[in-house]
């Protein structure tokens, strides 16, 4: 079945600085992934998505790069900042497939912003 | 901008009681979700609902579990003989139009069984 998982569990960087969190995928059907960011105590919000026909997809502050050869993703933000202090976690599975169930979350990295 | 609301944020209940957790989600979205997240650990999925009714679940929404749609707002969870496994973070989702695009997720409901 699929798995969804993260390079690392926490990751403290400057103000400033950017910031790379990684992700790997299992399943080779998966054509659809995002990017939440849940802040303590919070529900996931979604930051961006990316579908398999793109490598690249950017937003405001953010990038995310998929490498589907090797199954692998990763979200970078650009110049952090104290907000962007959170549980940051994708989530991947195969869009158009009338099901939620499919869809598989990764446990997460904690990012610390530094100041 | 719209958004899913829960409550309550805290339901603290003793093993084997019921409890119900509740959701509004946005209005002109179709398909309701309940997930939850045990400390630590991944969002894992429970059940998804549509048009009335049930559209999915997976194996953790077992019997003593329920979903409602009481009326046009609001979306219930029932656990009906809470476990201390139970404790969790819950979280009310919806989406759109369709159940694999991107979720929309409520603040979610601490549950602390003792």
């Known amino acids: 079945g699929e798995s969804v998982g993260l390079h690392l569990p926490t990751l403290s960087v400057q103000e400033g600085d950017n910031s790379i969190i990684n992700c790997a995928y299992s399943n080779s059907a998966s054509d659809y992934f995002i990017w939440y960011k849940q802040e303590s105590g919070k529900g996931p919000q979604f930051i961006i998505d990316i579908r398999s026909n793109m490598d690249k997809r950017q937003g405001q502050r953010v990038t995310v790069l998929l490498n589907k050869t090797v199954k692998h993703l990763s979200l970078q933000i650009a110049a952090t900042q104290p907000g962007d202090s959170a549980v940051y976690f994708c989530a991947g599975g195969v869009e158009n497939s009338g099901s939620a169930r499919q869809l598989t979350f990764g446990s997460g990295t904690q990012l610390t912003v530094l100041p | 901008e719209p958004e899913v609301t829960q409550t309550p944020s805290h339901q603290v209940t003793q093993m084997g009681q019921e409890v119900i957790l509740r959701c509004v989600p946005i209005?002109?979205?179709?398909?309701f979700y309940w997930y939850r997240q045990i400390l630590g650990q991944k969002v894992e999925f429970l059940v998804s609902?549509?048009?009335?009714?049930?559209?999915?679940k997976s194996e953790i929404f077992d019997d003593q579990f329920s979903v409602e749609r009481p009326d046009g707002s609001n979306f219930t969870l029932k656990i009906r003989s809470t476990k201390l496994e139970d404790s969790a973070m819950y979280f009310c989702?919806?989406?759109?139009?369709?159940?694999?695009?991107?979720?929309?997720f409520g603040s979610g409901t601490q549950l602390s069984v003792l």
């Open positions: 209005s002109n979205h179709l398909y």
């Open positions: 989702a919806s989406t759109p139009r369709a159940p694999s695009e991107k979720l929309f």
């Open positions: 609902f549509y048009n009335n009714e049930i559209s999915e």
